[in-house]
């Protein structure tokens, strides 16, 4: 099977390569990038006008499955990816029952592969049932091809367990991959502990919550060597902690920001829609600056969703009972391009980068470039189109989104996992 994509601008952040040309594929693999391939091809794909990129690599997605596939199977939240730019996604622990042992991994890859063409990495849990006392077979769950802990949806609120853990992890040699929630600090919180807060009479969640987490963490990572992947970091703070502990080096630290987080404050969240309503909580604009200007400046490293599917019944609650979380998916890469490339925080390069080769690389995976011989994950990225995003058609179960109607630019074209078209656009 061959596949030739023509007339593309193609971005390769693993070599800083920037330049107009055709991308052969042939067997699942990217066999030559070069300007005006003749050769012959089972399928032809104009790409004039847009990017051709690595496939996005999403480190921080809740698929719900098992357990909760009113909210989100397996399938549907590949489809979601699909159609959002992403060939690798990396599935969080926080199911029914919780991803403490590798038949659940086997569960959830086996299904994967039966129902998909999206790499769908299953991360196991840190401990027991993510009760936070007791370690999960760790070893067990990354011998079944687990490629990463992670108690996301809640921190290890005891340090020496923490600890055990990353020495583990530093063994095996795979990421942590961190929420940084103090839960004694949250006390009830559901919003921002700000102005807003104080109007709406909601209790507010402190930057402090997530940044003497991210401290005990960073520092916890230090001492013991392992690979430290910091969750949807929200604050100004975080940006500053991370900065300082790479400066300081001898540590392997990395940092995410969602969509969300990098877009909206808490001044622009509507009163009583619960889909404004995430963990962390929309921040104030000060942090919504420090964020880009982290990601600007390559101290944070990855953009990722903290993709959290709820049903409509459970949305459609009052601020302090409603879940926690939004989709993210299929609005990420829309939403990088018109909230960062298009302000002037990032450029193509960097989106592409943090989009995929440097997900890539806190995971340790061969994918994120597009030199030949590696496998042909791609993303086809149409830089004009402007829309609004219209959460009706999305693949996702779920609708939670606080985008819907908003007007955004760039648009993902064609997705490729394989060497096999797994989305197109109409």
């Given at each position: ?14 070599v ?22 003749q ?18 690599i ?8 098992p ?18 730019g ?27 592969k039966?129902?998909?063409k ?18 999960a ?38 990421p ?20 807003n807060?104080?109007?709406?009479e ?122 926690f ?99 197109q656009?109409?």
């Amino acid at each position: 099977m061959t596949l030739i994509i023509k007339n593309g601008r193609v971005l390769d952040p693993a070599v800083k390569q920037d330049v107009f040309a055709d991308v052969l594929i042939r067997d699942g693999k990217i066999e030559k990038v070069m300007p005006d391939i003749q050769e012959a091809a089972d399928r032809q794909i104009d790409a004039a006008g847009c990017f051709v990129m690595p496939g996005f690599i999403d480190l921080h997605v809740h698929l719900r499955d098992p357990g909760f596939e009113q909210k989100e199977t397996v399938a549907t939240g590949a489809a979601a990816a699909a159609r959002g730019g992403f060939t690798t996604i990396v599935a969080m622990p926080n199911t029914k029952p919780v991803v403490d042992h590798a038949d659940v991994v086997n569960y959830v890859h086996n299904k994967a592969k039966s129902v998909t063409k999206v790499n769908v990495l299953q991360a196991g849990a840190i401990t027991k049932k993510m009760e936070g006392m007791q370690l999960a077979d760790i070893e067990q769950m990354v011998q079944a091809g687990s490629p990463a802990i992670s108690e996301d949806g809640k921190s290890v609120m005891n340090a020496y367990v923490l600890q055990e853990a990353m020495k583990i992890a530093k063994r095996l040699d795979i990421p942590v991959l961190s929420h940084c929630e103090d839960k004694n600090l949250v006390n009830g919180g559901v919003v921002n502990a700000d102005e807003n807060a104080k109007k709406r009479e909601l209790p507010g969640i402190t930057n402090s919550v997530e940044n003497v987490i991210i401290i005990r963490d960073v520092q916890l990572a230090r001492e013991t060597g392992a690979k430290l992947h910091l969750c949807h970091c929200s604050t100004k703070e975080s940006v500053e902690i991370v900065r300082m502990a790479k400066e300081r080096g001898n540590t392997r630290i990395t940092a995410e920001v969602c969509p969300h987080h990098f877009t909206l404050s808490s001044d622009e969240m509507v009163p009583g829609d619960t889909n404004y309503k995430m963990n962390p909580p929309l921040r104030t604009r000060e942090d919504v600056e420090a964020l880009r200007q982290g990601l600007k400046e390559d101290v944070m490293d990855v953009i990722a969703t903290d993709h959290a599917p709820h049903t409509r019944d459970e949305k459609n609650d009052s601020m302090l009972r409603a879940p926690f979380g939004i989709i993210g998916l299929e609005t990420a890469a829309a939403l990088a391009y018109t909230e960062l490339v298009l302000s002037g925080y990032l450029t193509p390069m960097q989106m592409a980068e943090k989009m995929s080769y440097n997900p890539a690389r806190v995971l340790g995976i061969d994918k994120g470039s597009l030199q030949p011989g590696k496998a042909a994950d791609l993303v086809i990225f149409d830089p004009e189109k402007t829309y609004r995003i219209d959460a009706s058609e999305f693949a996702s179960k779920s609708r939670n989104t606080p985008f819907q109607g908003r007007e955004v630019t760039g648009a993902v074209r064609v997705t490729i996992a394989g060497g096999e078209v797994i989305y197109q656009a109409e």
